[in-house]
């Protein structure tokens, strides 16, 4: 598969995030005394080229649910129809990211990329296909089908900015999903497939040397188009993982801020950033996951996490956390005091 055409992503602000460095500078705090939540207002003032920066208003969880082929493996906790039951409790507000998104004033959407089972009401446009094929042994998805999920990813970025979304986090359901963003992990950073797994659902020894074997057999097919990211989803991908790389790259051309949670949500941006260079600058990850593969992710794309909530959830909850600093941040820059003006100088060491 050929890559797609796709335009240069744009550069954040480089002067807004010097005007924010230099406005903490007169702040009357010790130097460095904001600490990490310094830096967060520096990179939202670089994400909305302007400083101070404005507290995120509109922030938007979409999470893309897809049931995938591998869990027939064993390889999950749960079997592979509690993907469109998660789905459910989700719309009806029940989930842990449902839950902390009314704390935080943060929406959530769902979209069905890939669910084998009915089509959720009005999810026509967006799925892809009913579930993904078993990574071990078949590809994922058509070469059609991959082209198509990543346009509708796109597609739902562009529908996010355009209603006023001013910070995007993209998010995930499916039962088997981590052993196909380890495989694409693995296929993207050299790393071994033991390396690479990890708990996931919460499965015990078995369900875990399972998990290896799956993530060996698939990364094994990916040989063939290991330089190509489209060429590694459509064979060991999956329907929400193509939409979700699309959604990235997409956030990243519209000059979006992005908060990263979840390996399948990193395994994306792992093929957005090589799709499109420079992306990874737009983008935040919001902690530490207990996953392995999430180690490599982060390391590859040189981003460093602000929470370490070891929280394993792929549907945005330890993202949703984070908007609360980010709010604080930039409220900061915009309403702290200047030194000069509390008259708050610090003392001089005298020589002599």
């Known amino acids: 598969m050929t890559s797609p ?3 240069e992503v744009p550069s954040p602000d480089a002067e807004a995030r010097r005007a924010a460095v230099a406005r903490h500078d007169a702040m009357a705090v010790p130097a460095g005394g904001l600490g990490v939540l310094a830096e967060l207002g520096c990179w939202l003032a670089a994400a909305q080229g302007t400083c101070p920066p ?9 999470v893309v649910a897809a049931d995938h082929g591998i869990a027939a493996a064993g390889v999950s906790a749960y079997a592979p129809d509690v993907t469109v039951k998660q789905v459910a409790a989700t719309l009806e507000q029940g989930t842990p990211v449902s839950v902390t998104a009314t704390v935080a004033g943060v929406s959530v959407r769902v979209v069905d990329a890939g669910l084998d089972a009915e089509l959720l009401p009005g999810q026509g446009r967006h ?3 009913r579930g993904s094929g078993r990574i071990d042994r078949e590809d994922a ?3 059609e089908e991959t082209e198509r999920a990543f346009r509708i990813g796109r597609g739902l970025a562009d529908e996010e900015v355009d209603a006023g979304a001013d910070l995007l986090i993209p998010a995930s359901l499916g039962v088997g999903a981590t052993t196909a963003a380890s495989t694409l992990v693995a296929a993207v950073t050299g790393a071994e ?3 690479v797994v990890g708990r996931g659902s919460g499965i015990g020894d078995g369900a875990w040397m399972r998990k290896c074997a799956a993530i060996r057999d698939a ?3 990916t040989r063939p188009v290991s330089k190509e990211p489209l060429g590694l989803l459509r064979t060991a991908g999956g329907a929400d993982l193509a939409v979700l790389t699309g959604f990235l790259v997409q956030a990243a051309l519209r000059r979006t801020p992005v908060l990263l949670d979840g390996l399948v949500v990193g395994a994306a941006a792992l093929l957005a950033d090589e799709l499109t260079p420079g992306a990874r600058a737009w983008w935040l990850a919001a902690q530490i996951s207990p996953e392995p593969a999430m180690t490599f992710v982060l390391q590859h794309l040189q981003l460093v996490p602000v929470l370490d909530l070891q ?3 792929g549907d ?3 993202a949703v956390a984070v908007v609360p600093l980010l709010q604080m941040a930039a409220r900061l820059l915009g309403d702290t005091v200047t030194a000069e003006a509390a008259g708050i100088v610090p003392v001089r060491a005298v020589s002599g």
Do not use: E
């Open 54 to 62: 404005r507290p995120p208003a509109r922030a938007r969880v979409v």
């Open 193 to 195: 497939p033991v390396a």
């Open 141 to 143: 998805l058509t070469a």
């Open 219 to 221: 990364l094994r097919r």
């Open 5 to 7: 055409d796709l335009p």
């Open 311 to 313: 929280v394993r959830q």
């Open 127 to 129: 799925r892809v296909r």
């Open 316 to 318: 945005g909850t330890g």
